[in-house]
């Protein structure tokens, strides 16, 4: 019973300093709705898209290339995120490393292939 208690205990900052984050949030929140200033107009209340004027629906269908383009530069750009901790522990890694890193970027380069016969990446 003791141990399980002091173990509970080393969490009580953690939990602290997260109630003073919310706590911060919620009344930083209520403070600016209710004291910040209300002057709605239609200007004010109107769509705003880089000082570009509204032009038709904003729910207009569009090429799925432009999700599929980003969710590419998203998977690659992770692939990065894990080669730098590799890069950091080369030396220690040894041998073994360098070969699971040769077989990530093979699989890397296996769907990059794939991305390119399958012709994702070209606009039409």
Not at 14 to 27: D, E, N, R, S, Y
Not at 71 to 80: G, K, S
Not at 86 to 100: R, S
């Amino acid at each position: 019973m003791n141990e399980n208690t002091s173990h509970l205990s080393e969490y009580v900052p953690i939990v602290i300093m997260a109630l003073v984050a919310l706590g911060f949030v919620v009344t930083t929140m209520i403070l600016t709705h209710t004291l910040g200033p209300k002057r709605p107009s239609k200007v004010k209340d109107d769509t705003f898209e880089c000082g570009i004027p509204v032009i038709g629906n904003a729910r207009s269908p569009f090429s799925i290339k432009y999700f599929l383009v980003a969710i590419l530069f998203v998977l690659f750009d992770v692939e990065v995120i894990f080669m730098y901790p590799w890069a950091v522990n080369f030396k220690e890694l040894g041998a073994f490393g360098l070969w699971e890193m040769f077989t990530f970027m093979g699989l890397m380069l296996v769907g990059l292939f794939y991305i390119f016969r399958r012709k994702a990446l070209d606009w039409e």
